[in-house]
């Protein structure tokens, strides 16, 4: 493996962890449920992106091949992620989940 | 009869085969036989979901507005892991974004974008398809997440809709 190939997959790797890492401070930290839906659906887009990105760079350098189904498997998470974020926030809407003080507008009812 | 034995919809049925021989490893007897059943029960399965097939639009331009979602998303992610490290208390807000996309398929595509990326979630559509709900961490006025939404996403997809 190249020296360039093991220096990317560090850099991707340190960055992929410091995301998903505030991400999850993120989810501790943020005052309510809506804000705390911000932080593992947000802030993992680019830790997972970049984990994976990193696999694919180190299996295609190791074989000599693109590593597709890793590319597959981020585009399925990419498609997947906002369905997920959509559900919660419906779900917390519809039970009527309390916002924060300062939340300027309001959820609907319907 | 035949109905259950057809393709509803050959282009989707075509993705999901060659999806499948990239996922399993090397294409082999079993892998093709495996993708063949995958692409004929799949689009039978979620056939009852599509009560209106999407219609065609124009894919070319579909890269340029991913690798604009793509920008976005690594920019707003350094503003939103900013904003969790910082001490200062989010200002999160609720907007009522008017839609001006129609197709159901379009919208979906709206939405999920603004729930990618970071700084806004799409929580719910209206039911007559005229209003998106956004829920965004931190915005000083909703005009501004409008007119964002607007200028960036919107707009392309507007284009490549009509």
């Given at each position: ?47 997972v992106g970049?984990i994976m990105l990193?696999s694919v760079i180190?299996f295609s350098?190791?074989?000599?091949s693109i590593g597709i189904s890793e590319i597959l498997v981020t585009v399925f998470l990419f498609m997947t992620a ?29 | ?11 989707l049925?075509l993705i999901l085969f060659v999806i499948w021989q990239f996922l399993s490893d090397g294409v082999?007897?079993?892998s093709?036989?495996l993708g063949?059943?995958l692409a004929?029960?799949i ?23 991913l690798?604009?979602?793509i ?92």
């Amino acid at each position: 493996m190249s020296q360039f190939a093991e220096y990317a997959i560090c850099l991707l790797l340190l960055t992929g962890g410091a995301f998903t890492l505030i991400g999850a401070i993120g989810l501790a930290r943020l005052p309510d449920f809506y804000t705390r839906l911000h932080g593992p659906t947000k802030a993992t887009t680019v830790g997972v992106g970049a984990i994976m990105l990193s696999s694919v760079i180190y299996f295609s350098s190791r074989d000599g091949s693109i590593g597709i189904s890793e590319i597959l498997v981020t585009v399925f998470l990419f498609m997947t992620a906002p369905v997920s974020a959509n559900i919660l926030a419906k779900a917390a809407m519809h039970m009527g989940v309390r916002t924060v003080e300062n939340t300027q507008g309001k959820p609907w009812d319907q | 009869m035949f109905d259950r034995l057809s393709f509803p919809q050959p282009w989707l049925s075509l993705i999901l085969f060659v999806i499948w021989q990239f996922l399993s490893d090397g294409v082999s007897g079993a892998s093709v036989v495996l993708g063949l059943i995958l692409a004929w029960s799949i689009p039978q399965m979620t056939q009852a979901f599509w009560p209106e097939r999407p219609t065609f639009f124009k894919s070319w331009r579909m890269p340029a507005y991913l690798m604009r979602v793509i920008f976005d998303i690594v920019v707003a992610s350094f503003q939103v892991a900013k904003l969790i490290l910082s001490p200062r208390k989010p200002r999160p807000m609720f907007v009522a974004y008017p839609l001006e996309l129609e197709q159901p398929l379009a919208i979906t595509i709206l939405a999920s974008t603004i729930s990618l990326t970071p700084g806004t979630v799409s929580v719910d559509v209206s039911d007559d398809n005229k209003i998106l709900l956004v829920h965004a961490l931190d915005a000083e006025n909703g005009d501004d997440v409008i007119d964002a939404i607007r200028t960036r996403y919107e707009k392309p997809l507007l284009e490549m809709f009509e």
